[in-house]
């Protein structure tokens, strides 16, 4: 295909002139052809220039009529013979080698024996024509698609651009057709919009990059003036199309889109000036609404970014003298109307502040100096914080185009933050200041650090100031015996970028402050050290608080050790880690001896046993016990110690250790035996009266049976039966004086010696045996449960039957002198025993009338009697109670309706 070729020639260089109405009958050099024709209108002979292209189409040669050479159809009506013909003007299309057409114009003349048809080709003219015509409809169409692409919403402008290349494929018949742009800065080219021809090969799609290819079309693509050397481009293969044509669009900003025309055969009535005209119409309004689209985001963007930031412009025309401001801004200012004027304008801002802006402002106006000031916006009382705004403006063109923009920017979180900092800088100065410490830098300078800042704390803590430092000075404050200190500090300091030493400065007045020097070295991005900083801590009082706690402390250690107390530490299992020189002596050994011997190896077994579960019922909320301990030491036979525990955790609440105190109370113990052993004596001679009583009675009966048996022996009317009874009598009444000798033994014995386990039946017994006959012999009727359990208690059995021993003989006195008042009284004395769980409790009830109450809490009291004086002693019950509590129990009083009731509770003991 030859599209830029002229296949045919012209008939003439004016292809718009008229035809000539009358031209020569001869064949001239200027027709194309001239066909001889006989009457019937067959052709005799071809001449002419074009005469070699025309073939005809049908018929045999010699009969070939002139229809024979004209393409079918082309010719309205060429009827009848050349005579008829004649005075018409014939526009014929003649069938040329190759499919071509030869467009002709002509009429007949009559020529020697036939018919001359002269002929002039008219496609030029033919051509131009429908050139005419189509660049008309490329017109049309042109403002049509630019009218749509104006109008459309946005959303349908791809739709819209899409439907457009369609149709400019469907009017001339271009199979592909695609639309090139580029965003703006970026190198590569992209195709918008695409169409393609059903059943024409799928060359291009939508969004598909073509890389900088295009570029490469135009020799200068970006400049302006390039537009004119731009020549559309005839491509071959390129793109994938197999030929096509490429036409660049350009306006304002340069080349910014290409239409992309795929075809196999080109429209040879589209000239290139239409192409480039559809071209325009097509990317100039999609560019403009492109644009605009990019322009109304970035608008967005910049209006949300204003709103976020609170910042806005705003500008001062001298025209109007009215300062205009950003819709957001005025929005956020909450201004009245825009344009404000300028008075209306500074309104916004706080009375304290306005002066400085409006005097910035009329600077900047007259003399075109930079706007530059921080201000408040002046807001109705309580409305919350203040913004605070920044305000820059500048004079911007000249002469008439003179104006000044500006901007404003929201810095109230800044201002509100460096307000803040301020404060806590205020603060933290005024800290430093009250604080006994200083805040230092030393610059690093050839290897030494010089003082190169205090904090303003130095001078009322050490009365010295920053040019005193410099120099020697610095060393010399430091205590001689620490100037060593300071050296090392420094050297490790440099050497690992931090330190921490305690050392002594001079201050002005002489007097040497403890310093604890806390410092950092600082160093650039190469590791070269710039600086140290640091802090001193004047702690001085704590130096000398820990120096006196020291010293308190050995105070202590010789307290502890000097004390007559033992004291000492155990672990859980009695190893002693610890003791003091009292203990020491005791377990005669030496203090340093102690730690690593068991406690428990002085104890017996049970009593160690004893020990281990007292200690075991320590606990964090419990942990100190006190009690009485019994140990065999080395020289003596028994000591009796007065132990107190203490407990000491860890955060687990796990026994660590025990700290003891204790005290020898062997001294105590006997005395208080000894009164026991004295009461008892008490009760003794109290009861000798009774036993002569009692002893007299078997005597007196011994003795009458032996009168009369010797009355009668003289008389000589003895019987054997009556000696036999008597002498039995006597031996009965001698075996009841002898038990009553047997219990009297009893007391005589000292209840030194350890516990024993034994049965409290034996105890009432014994007490009973004792005392039965002689309440009896007073009237006073004894009821007795004794216990029937064989159950065992802890102690000594002679002092248990003591003690209720003494509390008959109190129930049996209270009784008697209860009668005295009134003699119709009947005396009771209840004595009972019962096993309750894990004790025993053995009670003595009388019908005496009870205990005044307000002298029930004193009766325990030792001497306390409300017998006359040398008849009661007071000891009986606190000596009772001293024996109860002995052995684990307890002695307990109280009213009942009748009299008084004694309780005695004893713990029951295995086995
Ligand atoms: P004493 O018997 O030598 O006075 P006690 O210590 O045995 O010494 O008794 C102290 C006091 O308790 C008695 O003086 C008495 O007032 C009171 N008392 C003891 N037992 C009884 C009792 N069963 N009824 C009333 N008072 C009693």
Redesign the pocket.
Known sequence: MNLGGKPFGRFSGRAQDPLPEHRAAQPGKDTALHLLLDHQGRVLEVHGAQRFGVQPVSGADTTRLLLDYLVPGSTQALEGTPADWLGHSLDLDFQCAGGAVLHTRGWVQPHADGWLLQLLDISDLRREGQQAHNRELCMQLSLSLARQLRLCSMARLPQVTQESLQRIGEQWHVPCIALALREEGQPDWSLFSVYQAPGAAHLWEVGQSLGSALDSLSGSRHSGQAAANEQPFQFRNLLGATDGLCMPYHDQRGLCAWLLLGFSTRPVLMRESDWSHVCAALAGPLLERLREQQQAEHRERVQALEGLLGTGWWEWSPATEQVQLAPQLAENLSAPHTPLTCNAWLALFHPADRDELSIRFDELIEHGKDLMVVARLDLPQNAGQTPWYRIQGQAVGAGSQRRIVGFMLDVSEIKRQQLQATAAHARLDNLIASSPAVIYVQRYEKGALVPAFFSASLQPLLGWTLAESQGAGLIEWIHPDDREQYFDRTRQLLRFGSARRRYRLRDSKGNYHWLLDEAKLLRDDLGLPIEAVGLWLDVTEATETTERVRRSEERYRVLVEDSPAMICRYLPDLTLTFGNQPLAAYLECTPQALPGVNLGSWLSTEQRAEFMQRIARLTPQNPVSTAEISLQLPGHEYAWWVWSDRGVFDAQGQLLEVQAVGRDNTDVRRSQQQMTQSAKMATLGEMATGLAHEINQPLNVMRMAIANMLKRVSNGDVEHDYLQDKLTRIDAQIQRAARVVDHMRVFGRRSEVEQQAFNPAQALEGALALLCEGLRGKGIELRTECLSDALQVRGHVDQLEQVLI?LLI??R??LMSKRETDPQFTPWIALTAGAGDNSVRVTVE?N?G??DPR?LER?FEPF????PVGL???????VSYGIIDNMGGRLSVSNTGH??RFCVELPVVEG
């Open positions: 003494n109190n129930a006195d209270a009388d005496a009870g205990i002298l009766i306390f009697t409300t017998k009661g002693t007071g000891l009986g019950l606190s009299g008084a």
